[in-house]
């Protein structure tokens, strides 16, 4: 969905830290909260945890 990854480019120029872990799976920490992103066939899962 392009709005999930117009979502995601946000979240990465705001991140301290952008990995990613594998070709479908993203995470992004700024130094309180961690977000993960599961990209699979055009289907994006956003999980966010609060440190």
Known sequence: DT???ELMDLLKAKARHF???N???Y???D???V???TTLE???QV???KG
């Open 35 to 37: 977000v993960t992103f």
């Open 3 to 5: 709005v999930a990854f």
């Open 19 to 21: 990995i990613q872990l």
């Open 23 to 25: 070709e479908y799976v």
């Open 27 to 29: 995470r992004l920490f």
């Open 42 to 44: 055009n289907n994006i």
């Open 47 to 49: 999980e966010m945890v």
């Open 31 to 33: 130094g309180q909260s």
